[in-house]
């Protein structure tokens, strides 16, 4: 089996300890954090200069959301999504659900969970992508 290579992620929350145990994380799990943000808009601007494989996405922070980070890139510049929150409310999940989110955790998470949500995020979106590609051809 051919070895996986690592993922290049930008990780988005708007608490710095947040942040830096993420990094932590996922650098653990042998991936690659090419940048951080505080807030939507730094999500954004941080996706489009870096280009990652992957975003983690507070659901909650001041300012732009992180759903609306989400609907905004899937509209803009589509890539595997996965929220972060400390808030399970159906209303939530259904958003996400909506804006294509390919994954969903409740904090505080683990490494033992991060692990398979990246996976299964990038997965998901390479099958939707293929889908996609499919029907349009």
Do not use: C, W
């Not at 992620?9 to 608490?15: G, H, K, L, R, T």
């Not at 942040?19 to 932590?24: D, I, K």
């Amino acid at each position: 089996m051919p070895e996986k290579r690592p993922v290049r992620i930008v990780i988005a929350d708007d608490e710095g300890v947040i942040r830096m145990g993420l990094t932590a994380m996922v650098r653990a799990l042998g991936h690659r954090v090419v940048a951080t943000a505080r807030d939507g808009a730094e999500a954004i601007e941080k996706v489009q200069e870096f280009h990652p494989d992957l975003l983690l996405l507070d659901i909650k922070m001041p300012g732009m959301d992180g759903l609306t980070v989400a609907e905004h890139l899937a509209e803009h510049a589509p890539l595997p999504v996965v929220m972060l929150t400390a808030f399970s409310e159906h209303a939530l999940v259904e958003r996400a659900v909506n804006a294509l989110v390919m994954g969903y955790l409740v904090k505080p998470v683990d490494e033992s969970k991060l692990s398979p949500m990246i996976d299964v995020a990038i997965a998901r979106f390479a099958d939707r992508a293929a889908i996609a590609d499919a029907t349009t051809a």
